[in-house]
Structure formats: C-alpha cells, structure tokens
C-alpha cells in the first residue's frame, strides 16, 4: 500500500560528510583524512570558556534570552519578527510544512533535500507549475551559490534557508520576515565551523515562531550551545575578518582547480562546484590521497569542494598535481629508480589528470 505522504518529490537525502564509508572503501584512520565534502568553515570560532553548570543544569531563560537578544542584533532582525533558536536548522525544517495544510511546494533543484523530505513526510505535492501554496529558496542556493530576489518570494508560505548567507550578509532577504508566511532560516555550525554544536535559528512573524517553539519543546538548546553561541554571536569583529578570509580562500581554491582543468560552475565562500569531465573519478582520485569530496547523484560531472584548513593546501595542491612517472607509472616520484630510462627517453614526464 502507498503510504499517503509519498508523493513525486525525490527521496533521495544524500549529504556531505559520510567520512566512514570512504574509510571502508579507501582505507585510513579518520584523522588521516581531509574533509572537503561539507561547506563547513574549516577555521572554527575559538571555543569560549564553558561553565560547569552550562552542562549539569537545565538551559535557563536568561540564557536563552541572552542568545536571541546576540542572534538578532547581528543578523539585523526586523522589529516586528521574532525569533526561534532550536538545536540546528534540519530540526526546524522538519517541522515547517505543518505551519500549514498540505498543499503543493516548489522547491527549485538541485537543492538541499532535507526540504524536500520535510514536506514529502508532512503529505505535500511538488507544484506543477501552478502557483505554489509553498516555496523554498536555499540562498544562496547550495551547491550552485544561485541567489534568489525580493521579487521572487511570493508564496503564501515562504521559506528562505540562509544557512550559507553569513558569508554574504549584504544579500540577505531577512528584512522580508515583517511580511506574513515569511521565514529565514539561519545556521550556525557552516560560518562558524561548529557544526557539531548543533544551533540554528529561524525567524519570522511571531505567530508561526510561536508555533514551532511549541513544536520542538522546553529546553530545545542545549547549555553549552547557549553560552558559546552568544559569545560567538556577539563578535562581530571575529565575522568580518572571517568573511574576508573566507572568499580569498575560494578564490585560491578556484585557481588551483581551474590549472587542473576544472571548470568554476557556482558556490558560495565556504564551498565551491566545479564542472569536471568525470566527477566519479575525481572523487575516487582523491580519497587516495584520503581527501574527501562531494558529488552527486543528478550529474557525473559536478564536484563540490569545500575550504581545505590552512596547512592542508600544499596537501590538496600536491593530490590534484600527483604526477605519474612516464617510465614505470610509479604514483610517486622515483629518480632513483627511472634515473637511465629517463635519461634515454629524454626526461619526459605526463602529468595524469583526471
């Protein structure tokens, strides 16, 4: 029997991160690895003294104020919406189709799927083309960095997921949230680089806030999130010059991959996406060298890269370039060993692409 919240909505939820399967398969210990595949800072904030008590007491209100009162002064929340920390945006976003009937939702591919999973879970339709009763705008979109328009958020219900917007603040949409069925959605863990922390933020009118505070529960934020995540939130000088960090490392990033001949197709400063000739293989590539990246299951020539850390670039650099030695295709360097051949052939050696 058809359960009846299937609908035409694609199940797949793949994701980034998947660290032990690429163990399983390549081997390695899991500090041996370098982790590419998630658009998470690589330079986290720096952890903040935590209390004793911010882990053996319940989260108290004037923490909890504390948090929302940072939250909003740094993203600029308008005056008449509120706002909701719960721990991470995939625990709001599970809730978000019951703010209202099941209806048809527009959620433009490709995209984040955990919306899409949402809705398809809560009995929603993919729109066909009529006007939606519910859209999504990932923005910038993850893993193309497509940034949508005021003019395009129209729907009755309109969810806008800025979890990557902290590294463009000027594009956000957040003022639209004065407006009836509107909600932004804010992580913490990606610009931060804590997203083991699990906090995220939504804003929007304050009966729908109302509604999902209810929906997740007393205490949804744990202590520590609470104490770390105001301090964090109220650095503002920490956030400029990471922002500025963050874009001259995409841009490094695009020139490495672009020598090897990768094609620069979108992103945003904390991940970027390349078109490739076979994704499958790069990846593969790669996770020899314990380097793990993101494709995807849509297109066999997309790659997704996220920032290495900042003594892990010639690492990068040096997997990308790996030359293979045209005489016996040793995967590494071996003068000794090809030294007369070499000499006899005239030196030459091919670097092997992808």
């Given at each position: ?6 609908n ?13 399967a ?21 330079v ?5 003294d ?10 108290d ?19 008449g919406?509120d ?39 809560h ?32 729907a009755s ?19 639209l949230?004065v ?40 205490w ?30 995409s ?8 020598r ?66 045209r ?15 070499l000499?006899?052939?005239g ?5 092997r692409?992808?």
């Open positions: 029997m058809t359960h009846p919240t299937q035409i909505l694609a199940p797949n939820r793949d994701h980034g991160g998947g660290l032990d690429a163990i399983d398969s390549y081997g390695g210990a899991r500090a041996d690895w370098m982790d590419l595949s998630s658009g998470i800072n690589p986290p904030y720096p952890m903040p935590v209390l004793a008590s911010d882990w053996t007491a319940l989260p209100a004037a923490a909890l104020t504390a948090l929302t009162d940072a939250a909003r002064a740094f993203w600029q929340v308008p005056g919406a706002i909701l920390a719960a721990p991470g945006t995939s625990a709001i976003i599970a809730q978000i189709p019951r703010l209202a009937p099941p209806g048809t939702v527009s959620i433009p591919p490709p995209t984040y799927n955990e919306h899409a999973a949402a809705f398809r879970f009995g929603w339709r993919e729109a066909d083309g009529a006007t939606p009763d519910a859209r999504v705008h990932v923005h910038p979109n993850n893993p193309d960095g497509r940034l949508w328009t005021r003019a395009e958020v129209t219900l309109s969810i806008i997921d800025e979890s990557f917007c902290d590294t463009c603040p000027d594009h956000s949409l957040i003022k949230t407006h009836q069925g509107t909600l932004v959605l804010k992580s913490f863990g990606k610009f931060w680089g804590l997203a083991g922390l699990r906090l995220g933020f939504v804003i929007g009118q304050p009966d729908l806030i109302t509604f999902l505070r209810e929906a997740l529960g007393p949804a934020v744990s202590g520590p999130a609470l104490r770390i995540g105001t301090v964090a939130l109220s650095d503002h000088a920490w956030a400029h010059m990471t922002r500025r960090r963050l874009w001259d490392d841009t490094r990033l695009d020139g490495v991959m672009n090897c001949g990768a094609e620069l197709v979108g992103g945003t400063a904390l991940f970027r996406l390349y078109r490739v000739e076979n994704a499958t293989a790069w990846q593969a590539r790669l996770a020899r060298h314990h380097i793990w990246t993101r494709i995807f299951p849509y297109s066999s020539h997309l790659l997704r890269l996220g920032l290495p850390p900042a003594d892990k670039w010639a690492r990068l650099d040096a997997a990308l370039w790996h030359q293979t030695c005489c016996c295709w040793s995967p590494r360097w071996c003068w000794m060993r090809c030294l007369a051949n000499s006899r052939s030196g030459a050696f091919r670097i692409r992808f």
